[in-house]
């Protein structure tokens, strides 16, 4: 294949996107409706890999999850190899993230937890379980326009169908996935496994993003020739100040006896979903997201700096300010003079404004006392008002309110309403 080849007539391949085992996926144009699309192609034809790609678009045509690749559609070459045609997704692996970041901090690390094991759970419930998660597969799709990422899950090309016999495995040893993501069950038997594998290979993913390593191989082999589980280790063992629900979510994820494990993806998702919230409840009310520890250096008692002289200082008031303390000098120095009568002059100059701002605060509060005194005497003067009686009954009251004089306003509106209203009474008289 090479940029400009069609297949099937209907799509024009661009530029290669990447390369794997299994096949080469293409940028590619719908040449009728000139959409973008990815265009996956197998690299090395065997009756293996045409099996594997035509399984994977049958089962994310099946699932149909946002956070699962989408397939647009899929076909055979004019040599009757199978293609099929996906999403074409922009952004970066979480392998290239963790490559360029290292790891991830809490909060995103759990975000994608939670769109993968969403992603998982979609597959589980049509009795699909992928059997190769691990962060090459795993998406993070920069949508045109909006801000942020959405999670992908790619590669369902080794899943497996619970109702279906399958006998799938791949040429490498017998073995099916990538042996640092799975688990120990399906290390043992590739066949005997259920939807805890998944779950074992989610664990280890957490684990990798939160602490940038990978955990332990899950099995050791001894010398009588027997594989014995290998201690697995928590997050917390690598990564400080972690939050302890998302560590000990990821001990239940990597348990080896699958029967004490997490059972469903659905059970990870809602845990980490309400390990989001609570976080965001933390946030907007100021809270730490997790419980500050003091640090257990030793503290040394460094000594307070010695006070130095500084260039003036002009204060909001237009004085001058200079620290009065001055270093230690030979008594008998030239410099030690001039900073004596430096310190001199500024000390005077700090006695005379505080005798100032003194002298100003007793004025003040003097003026205050004359002006309370001047306003009493005034008071005193006054005649005291009329002591009201009970005689004064409603027609008195309503006299003096007749001969209260109206504001003119008043007056000119009330003057306009009857002009108004003059025709109207005419017109009305007449009939």
Not at 46 to 69: D, M, Q, T
Not at 141 to 153: A, C, D
Not at 320 to 349: C, D, K, L, N
Request: aromatic residues 4%.
């Amino acid at each position: 294949m090479i940029a400009g080849s069609r297949l099937g007539g209907r799509y024009r391949l661009l530029r290669p996107l990447g390369e794997g085992a299994m096949g080469i996926v293409w940028e590619a144009e719908h040449i009728a409706t000139s959409r973008r699309v990815a265009v996956k192609v197998l690299r090395v034809p065997s009756e293996s890999h045409r099996h594997r790609l035509r399984r994977e678009a049958r089962f994310c045509g099946v699932i149909a999850h946002r956070n699962v690749v989408e397939v647009y559609d899929a076909g055979e070459t004019e040599v009757g190899e199978p293609y099929i045609v996906m999403q074409l997704l922009h952004g970066e692996t979480l392998a290239d993230r963790l490559r360029r970041t290292r790891r991830l901090d809490g909060p995103e690390a759990a975000r994608i937890g939670r769109d993968i094991a969403r992603a998982l759970a979609a597959a589980h419930a049509r009795n699909i379980i992928h059997r190769d998660l691990k962060p090459s597969n795993v998406f993070l799709h920069q949508e045109p326009g909006t801000e942020g990422f959405v999670v992908k899950l790619l590669d369902f090309g080794v899943a497996k169908e619970l109702d279906a016999d399958d006998t799938l495995v791949t040429e490498r040893n017998g073995v099916v996935g990538t042996p640092a993501y799975m688990s120990p069950e399906q290390l043992a038997s590739p066949h005997d496994v259920d939807a805890r594998t998944d779950v074992w290979s989610l664990g280890v993913v957490l684990f990798e993003t939160l602490t940038g390593v990978r955990p332990a191989y899950p099995l050791e082999l001894k010398e009588n020739h027997g594989l014995r589980p290998r201690p697995t280790p928590r997050v917390s063992d690598y990564v400080m100040h972690v939050d302890p629900e998302l560590d000990d979510l990821v001990a239940y994820c990597l348990e080896h006896d699958r029967e004490q494990r997490i059972a469903k993806a659905t059970g990870v998702s809602d845990r980490l979903d309400l390990h989001l919230a609570l976080q965001a409840c933390k946030t907007r009310r100021g809270m730490p997201p997790w419980p500050r520890v003091e640090s257990m250096r030793a503290r040394r008692a460094w000594p307070a700096p010695e006070p130095r002289i500084t260039q003036p200082w002009y204060g909001s008031d237009g004085a001058s300010w200079i620290p009065e303390t001055v270093p230690s000098r030979p008594e008998g120095s030239t410099a030690a003079a001039m900073v004596r009568s430096q310190a001199a002059s500024t000390t005077t100059a700090a006695a005379t404004m505080r005798m100032g701002s003194q002298t100003l605060g007793m004025l003040g509060g003097i003026t205050s006392l004359i002006l309370v005194a001047v306003m009493v005497g005034d008071r005193m003067q006054r005649p005291a008002p009329e002591r009201a009686t009970a005689e004064r009954g409603i027609a008195s009251v309503t006299a003096e309110l007749a001969a209260t004089q109206r504001p003119r306003c008043f007056e000119e509106a009330t003057r306009a309403d009857e002009r108004h209203e003059a025709p109207k009474a005419q017109v009305a008289k007449k009939k």
